[in-house]
């Protein structure tokens, strides 16, 4: 079966300091991996993927790191901002449009 | 480009009742999927449609719960004779005309109060 998780429900940093989230996922099969921030009252708004033939992926202030020898993803947010307090979320794609969903990890910023 | 709409974004319902979600998609998208989330956790997939078809209904109860995306008109979602375990954020998301797709584009959800 597939399970996708989160190694902490909670984190919080300091404003300026970069930001570390975890996420182990169980099925190989999956083509992508993305990460979404769901501010509170929103629906979850996409950051970033990452292919599955990929270890590494940067965005704008973000970078995505997949390891598939141990089934671990992580996303990092370079010089956290304020702004970035939210619930973020690991998702595997294990078919063309089904999207799995860890439990989340809540990032609190502190000024 | 508007994106996402969902209506009504609360709603309240006694135990026994009916609770109809809308989700109108981006504009261009013909794809459209329904997400529940329970407090505390992540979303859950429920079902996928496209203009009059129900691709895959697989994560949807099998009772009192059901989808429609009508040629004309917002994609529903129907729950019939509602419970409290029913209580949760239900989300819908779009994506564009060129298939199905995990690149999809969330809706603001409708949050469902059972009491």
């Known amino acids: 079966g597939e399970s996708v998780g989160l190694h902490l429900p909670t984190l919080s940093v300091q404003e300026g300091d970069n930001s570390i989230i975890n996420c182990a996922y169980s099925?190989?099969?999956?083509?992508?991996f993305i990460w979404y921030k769901q501010e509170s009252g929103k629906g979850p708004q996409f950051i970033i993927d990452?292919?599955?033939?990929?270890d590494k992926r940067q965005g704008q202030r973000v970078t995505v790191l997949l390891n598939k020898t141990v089934k671990h993803l992580s996303l990092q947010i370079a010089a956290t901002q304020p702004g970035d307090s939210a619930v973020y979320f690991c998702?595997?794609?294990?078919?063309?449009?089904?999207?799995?969903f860890g439990a989340g990890t809540t990032v609190t910023v502190r000024a | 480009n508007a994106g996402v709409m969902q209506n009504p974004r609360h709603l309240v319902r006694r135990r026994g009742q009916e609770a109809r979600l809308r989700c109108s998609p981006m504009?261009?998208?013909?794809?459209v999927y329904w997400y529940r989330q329970l407090p505390e956790e992540g979303l859950k997939f429920m079902v996928y449609?496209?203009?009059?078809?129900?691709?895959?209904e697989s994560g949807m109860p099998k009772e009192r719960f059901s989808a429609e995306f009508p040629k004309e008109g917002p994609s529903i979602l129907r729950i019939q004779q509602v419970v409290r375990g029913d209580s949760a954020a239900y989300f819908c998301?779009?994506?564009?005309?060129?298939?199905?797709?995990?690149?999809?584009?969330f809706g603001p959800g409708t949050r469902l109060t059972v009491t």
């Open positions: 099925n190989s099969a999956s083509d992508y």
């Open positions: 504009k261009g998208h013909s794809h």
């Open positions: 998301a779009s994506s564009p005309e060129r298939g199905p797709s995990y690149e999809q584009y």
């Open positions: 998702a595997e794609n294990p078919n063309d449009y089904k999207l799995s």
């Open positions: 449609l496209q203009k009059e078809n129900i691709i895959d």
């Open positions: 990452i292919r599955s033939n990929m």
